[in-house]
């Protein structure tokens, strides 16, 4: 059996967990402002309500007057389930589910704009793109094929918008990215109740809830940003941005029992600290490129609307390949073959009076892999969102907003085999042996956001 194939399975962990948020497509996040909340995101990168406005578009940075300095923070809570059918050779042999996988979060912001002169401004933002925690616990029989989960990342994002004329402008921005993560499967707690597996319990219980496989690591890596804006009348704006991939390549150890026994077969996986023993490693992670096209209309002194589509280059996420020089080196994990995804928002916003503004959005985010493709570890499902929010005008220079959304994704059919693990156990039982799991992943969100802003 290939050392390196039975090693590192990302996908039965890193793309369970990231996709299991149901925030946006794959591991990525759309909550950078609970501004843009209470609209679902929708005209994004065409608003410029406050400092926050840079981190989707930098262009509207020269929308923004004075210095600015806004703060905020966004509370996600993900109630998702995966339930189905641990199978051997196409039989089911066990029923198996793992409630509430995906961990709530807080995702925080800060976001500060200087204008320099009436036609340059200079931004500074701190947020998130991407992240994810997930745990399906030991308990769940299928977590061979993956049951925990982290990826978290956080952005420094210096930006600089410059206005060509009063109809147009520019703005770009260099991003430094710091992230981290752990990814892994473990061996349930204990064997399905069947006549065969009941024989070898006795033998299994030293393993019993031990990692199968698990890996940590860290990365920095630079990315960069660009945008810009076209005024076409003092009631009508559009705004294009877009995001540079961000190449990481995680680095830290491996352990578990998968290691241990290709490290030296069922002696040294018997041995004492064998299972726990590490192993330098690491794994490249192409965060995506994404782009945006969005639009601002206002109707009249009360009603505005406005809109946006995004993409994202999921296509770039067509394979795994983990790196474990002691243990044979690059091999290719696991072929995803994901595809680009979109998203597609309308919002409003209502002016009560000087001091209260109201919004609305509804948004849909299509899943970024066919059908043919996902897996228990690639729960990849369309999403709709449904969002209100408010802001309020406290003074002359302090403003308050808040956001609240509900996200719900589409119940989506699942199947997970691995052609490592099905090699173990066609070696262990002297016989082609397939191991499945069939299933169903559904689930929900609540998202609720509060902002600060002042302007100086």
Do not use: C
Not at 48 to 74: C, H, K, W
Not at 115 to 124: E, F, P, S, V, Y
Not at 157 to 166: C, H, M, S, V
Not at 176 to 200: D, E, I, Q, S
Request: a neutral charge; aromatic letters at 10%; charged letters at 20%.
């Amino acid at each position: 059996m290939n050392k390196n194939k039975i090693t590192l399975s990302l996908t039965a962990a890193l793309a369970l967990g990231m996709s299991t948020n149901a925030l946006a497509a794959g591991f990525q996040l759309a909550e950078y402002s609970a501004t843009g909340l209470g609209r679902a995101f929708a005209g994004e990168a065409a608003m410029a309500d406050n400092a926050s406005a840079q981190f989707r578009n930098p262009a509207m940075l020269t929308y923004l007057e004075g210095t600015q300095v806004s703060v905020g923070a966004i509370y996600v809570d993900p109630n998702v389930d995966v339930k189905g059918d641990l199978q051997v050779n196409d039989q089911t042999i066990d029923q198996t589910e793992a409630r509430n996988i995906a961990h709530s979060a807080v995702i925080p912001n800060f976001y500060i704009s200087r204008q320099l002169n009436d036609k340059a401004t200079l931004g500074l933002a701190f947020g998130t793109n991407f992240g994810m925690r997930t745990d399906l616990g030991t308990d769940f029989t299928a977590s061979i094929f993956g049951n925990q989960a982290e990826v978290h990342t956080v952005e420094i994002n210096p930006n600089l918008g410059y206005k060509i004329n009063d109809q147009f402008s520019v703005g770009a921005g260099v991003r430094y990215v710091m992230a981290k993560g752990h990814f892994g499967a473990a061996l349930p707690n204990k064997l399905p109740n069947n006549k065969t597996l009941n024989a070898l319990s006795p033998l299994y219980k030293p393993f019993a809830g031990q990692n199968l496989k698990y890996m940590e690591g860290e990365d920095n890596a630079w990315g960069w940003q660009a945008g810009a804006a076209w005024q076409i009348n003092p009631t009508n704006r559009i705004g294009v941005s877009y995001h540079s991939a961000v190449k990481l390549n995680l680095t830290g150890h491996a352990q578990g029992a998968a290691y241990a026994y290709e490290d030296g077969g069922i002696a040294n996986l018997l041995r004492p600290g064998a299972i726990t023993k590490t192993y330098a490693g690491s794994l490249p992670l192409e965060l995506p490129a994404s782009a945006e096209i969005a639009s601002f209309h206002q109707l009249n002194d009360k009603w505005a609307v406005h809109a946006s589509i995004n993409w994202t280059d999921w296509s770039s996420f067509d394979k795994l390949e983990s790196n474990i020089p002691s243990l044979g080196g690059k091999d290719v994990i696991k072929e995803e073959n994901w595809k680009d995804n979109y998203r597609f928002a309308i919002g409003t916003t209502y002016q009560v009076n000087n001091k209260l503004t109201l919004r609305s959005g509804i948004a849909y985010d299509t899943a970024a892999v066919d059908e043919a493709h996902r897996t228990q570890t690639i729960p990849e499902t369309d999403r709709t969102w449904l969002s209100l929010g408010a802001g309020y005008q406290w003074s002359k220079n302090l403003t308050l907003d808040a956001g609240l959304t509900y996200v719900y994704a589409k119940k989506a059919h699942l199947n997970e085999t691995d052609k490592n693990i099905n090699d173990l156990a066609s070696k262990l039982a002297s016989k082609d042996t397939k191991v499945s799991f069939a299933g169903t992943t559904s689930g929900d969100v609540w998202l609720a956001g509060v902002q600060a802003s002042y302007r100086f």
